[in-house]
């Protein structure tokens, strides 16, 4: 099992920044690809950004040019900074790491940190 464990959320103004972080423990592999998904009231869970253990990056279109994932394999911990940020990023933001084994993909979540983005 792999348990993960969010931070850094909070309140922000629009226009302000947050850093998100995933805590991992248990059996982590270092080839698990880790990513944010974020989910707002009413909506289903969408993806933020994703890294791959080689260090590629992909991004949702929406948060393009405003937020960095990264991850330190030292510390078994993903981050996610978020500039520039705006009222439509408040949402539950979870942590994911996903591993194909034997071709099935396994996916395993965090609890989630709330982040609200309101003046």
């Known amino acids: 099992q792999v348990q993960l464990v969010e931070s850094g959320g909070g309140l922000v103004q629009p226009g302000g920044s947050l850093r998100l972080s995933c805590a991992a423990s248990?059996?982590?592999?270092?080839?698990?690809?880790m990513g944010w998904y974020r989910q707002a009231p009413g909506k289903q869970r969408e993806l933020v950004a994703v890294v791959t253990s080689g260090g590629s990056t992909n991004y949702a279109d929406s948060v393009k040019g405003r937020v960095t994932i990264s991850r330190d394999n030292a510390k078994n911990t993903v981050y996610l900074q978020m500039n520039s940020l705006k009222p439509e990023d408040t949402a539950v933001y979870y942590c994911?790491?996903?591993?194909?084994?034997?071709?099935?993909?396994?996916?395993?979540w965090g609890q989630g940190t709330q982040v609200t983005v309101s003046s």
């Open positions: 994911n790491a996903r591993r194909v084994v034997l071709g099935v993909v396994l996916n395993y």
């Open positions: 248990g059996n982590i592999f270092k080839t698990d690809t």
